[in-house]
Antibody, heavy 114, light 111 residues
């Protein structure tokens, strides 16, 4: 069965970076793009962008480009989200979701605190 | 593309119907000629779950008391009879234009 398993919660200091993983199984990894979605505490869903898992080409939503990096390791069917120069407003749950949002990871909580 | 949901809060007695509206600022016809409008349910403490895609295609496991419809820029999610397990926040999302955008969410609760 299709599964997207994300890495565990992270606590980082302001200015640090964090790298979240989304390990997939149960389907052909390179056949479906991978989306990343942010949800700040008590807030709605925001699409951060997606990565073409066949070419590795990322597409970043305008509000996020510059401080986030999408990457892949196709050998282990895993996608990564790296957030650079963390700020307080990066505190959120981050989700990965398969191409048409039919399957989601469980989310990774990122907390930023000095 | 701005997606506007209403209401933002919806208290509904058990057994009663519920209806959520989602309006888009522009056409949601994608490059394949389909209308890319998706509905999600997010129960408390859970990841979002897709309920409907391309306006009205129900996902596997979604109870048939849920229905979705719409065209142009006006879309609706309906629940024929509210059940306790339906409590949560419901989002619409357009996938026709980058960046994909979600509605603000409608919090459905038991009255």
């Amino acid at each position: 069965q299709v599964q997207l398993v994300q890495s565990g919660s992270e606590l980082k200091k302001p200015g640090a970076s964090v790298k979240i993983s989304c390990k997939t199984s149960g389907y052909s990894f390179t056949s479906h793009t991978l989306n990343w979605v942010r949800q700040a505490p008590g807030q709605g869903l925001e699409w951060m962008g997606l990565i073409n898992t066949n070419t590795g080409n990322p597409t970043y939503a305008p509000g996020f480009s510059g401080r986030i990096v999408f990457s892949l390791d196709t050998s282990v069917a895993t996608a990564y989200l790296q957030i650079l120069s963390l700020r307080n407003d990066d505190i959120a749950m981050y989700y990965c979701a398969r191409a048409s949002f039919d399957f989601w990871g469980e989310g990774t909580l990122v907390t930023v605190s000095s | 593309v701005v997606m506007t949901q209403s209401p933002l809060s919806l208290p509904v007695p058990l057994g009663q119907p519920a209806s959520i509206s989602c309006r888009s600022a522009r056409s949601l016809v994608d490059t394949n000629g389909d209308i890319s409008l998706t509905w999600f349910q997010q129960r408390p403490g859970q990841s979002p779950r897709r309920l409907f895609y391309k306006v009205s295609n129900r996902d596997s496991g979604v109870p048939d008391r849920f229905s979705a419809s719409g065209s142009g820029s006006d879309f609706t999610l309906k629940i024929s009879r509210m059940e306790a397990e339906d409590v949560g926040v419901y989002y619409c999302m357009q996938g026709a234009h980058w960046p994909f955008t979600f509605g603000q969410g409608t919090k459905l609760e038991i009255k």
